[in-house]
């Protein structure tokens, strides 16, 4: 942890001598390591979202409460569920702002054994209740709250329970879909949906929703503890990414020297998330996105990298565009490294249960306006550039298309994930994981 707090320091210092903005995260990718790069994204984001949102959706309204997204939501933060559509509250445009009429009704829970809510004004200790928008950011509840006080100091005697869940839909291959959210009233609200394969304990794509409400998240959330929700039988999941056991691992498949050249103090396997912490806008829905069905191999500069600047940059234009997506994250083949005698083996974690893949995906689309776009990096440092050349499936439709210049990737960069982007069929020729929908045009 010490070293974690010097590394953040020295980077601060640095930063600090530009004369100029922080640099982008993506630009420190080589420099921090996984959760050096966490903290920094975190800080770098707090600041830059500011800039992405439409300030005219922001405005007061005449009536109603107003309720920011930074600034009046504590932590542990309880659930809040929209009683009228009996979602989780969404606000207006790329705002950062939830907008409440005058006596609408929020139902706030702490889900979990022993959870209540806490408030400085309550008169009762429950787990569940409801309030009412009074004005601003003040609110009532009846019967468990005395009078009017702030919704920013509603919170939790501790963070709110998440839980994995096996449903009955079913997914590529007949795998069974399972779900990550939040029980409130006996009713389970999804956050995102995996489509898991049990059997290679592989991730193939991970499904969730992404508005321009999305594009302003709620920042300075602590992470928890990745978990596995109990779909690795058998298998340590966590520590199967430290990097003393991914190199004895890949040593197995390479031998320990080659081993040694591959997995370095910058070139490393983190839990890479699929739907990642910063998709979603509300800390307990981040917190949720630390559960192993929603991760899985990746080299931590490509993490950091071109995956990272394809996350950021999707959410702002998003938000900016105004599109209502639906986006399908995942993976597919199996990375390879040359072992002592040139040839190429499939890497493995965990003496070959889990596989490190080959390709990372974001599949959009817009369903309202039939549009979508595939977007693929390569997940691997050692190819030469002809190699990862001669693995992208498609004529890539965001090089020198000024339609995508909101895309800050850098494309041709190995080291931190080549990259290229398809239309929604070529994507279906080489990777047959998602359901049928049509589209009819690009989304950029």
Avoid at 8 to 17: E, Q, R
Avoid at 248 to 277: E, M, P, W
Avoid at 290 to 317: K, S, T, Y
């Amino acid at each position: 942890m010490f070293r974690i707090v010097l590394g953040v320091v020295a980077v601060a210092l640095t930063v600090a001598a530009l004369p100029s903005r922080k640099p982008e995260p993506g630009d420190l990718a080589l420099m921090l390591n996984e959760e050096e790069f966490e903290d920094y994204l975190d800080s770098w984001l707090a600041v830059e979202e500011q800039s992405w949102v439409n300030a005219s959706a922001a405005v007061q309204p005449r009536s109603g409460c107003s309720i920011r997204v930074n600034g009046d939501l504590g932590q542990p933060q309880p659930i809040f569920i929209r009683r009228s559509t009996n979602t989780y509250p969404a606000g207006t445009g790329n705002s950062g702002v939830i907008h409440l009429n005058t006596g609408e009704e929020v139902i706030v829970s702490c889900p979990g054994s022993g959870r209540t809510i806490l408030h400085p004004q309550q008169s009762a200790s429950v787990q569940t209740g409801n309030v009412q928008c009074v004005s601003d950011a003040q609110v009532t509840g009846l019967g468990w709250l005395n009078g009017v006080g702030e919704f920013g100091h509603l919170t939790c005697t501790s963070h709110s329970f998440y839980e994995a869940i096996a449903t009955n839909e079913r997914c590529y291959n007949n795998h069974v879909m399972l779900s990550v959210g939040f029980v409130v009233n006996n009713v389970f609200h999804p956050l995102y949906h995996s489509c898991f394969d049990q059997t290679r304990l592989e991730v193939l794509y991970v499904r969730y929703e992404q508005n321009p409400w999305n594009a302003v998240h709620q920042t300075g959330v602590t992470r928890p503890s990745w978990i596995a929700g109990g779909f690795f039988p058998g298998v340590a999941i966590n520590t199967v990414y430290t990097q003393v056991q991914q190199k004895q691992a890949i040593a197995q498949l390479v031998g320990s020297a080659l081993a040694d050249v591959y997995v370095t103090s910058t070139q490393f396997l983190a839990r890479g998330h699929l739907a990642a912490k910063t998709d979603f806008v509300y800390a307990s829905g981040q917190r949720a996105s630390h559960v192993f069905i929603n991760a899985a191999p990746q080299w931590q500069p490509f993490n950091a990298g071109n995956w990272n600047w394809l996350e950021q940059n999707l959410r702002q234009r998003i938000g900016e565009a105004g599109y209502n997506t639906v986006i399908y994250t995942g993976t597919f083949g199996v990375s390879q490294l040359r072992n002592a005698n040139g040839h190429f083996v499939d890497i493995y974690l965990n003496g070959g249960t889990v596989p490190v893949p080959l390709y990372y995906y974001k599949v959009v689309y817009d369903a309202s306006r039939s549009i979508g776009t595939a977007f693929i990096s390569i997940n691997n440092p050692y190819y030469t550039l002809e190699e990862a050349r001669a693995m992208q499936f498609c004529t890539d439709r965001c090089r020198n298309n000024a339609a995508f210049n909101w895309l800050r990737w850098q494309p041709d960069r190995l080291d931190i994930g080549y990259s290229f982007c398809c239309t929604v069929d070529d994507f279906r020729r080489r990777i047959p994981h998602l359901p049928e929908f049509t589209v009819n045009a690009l989304l950029s």
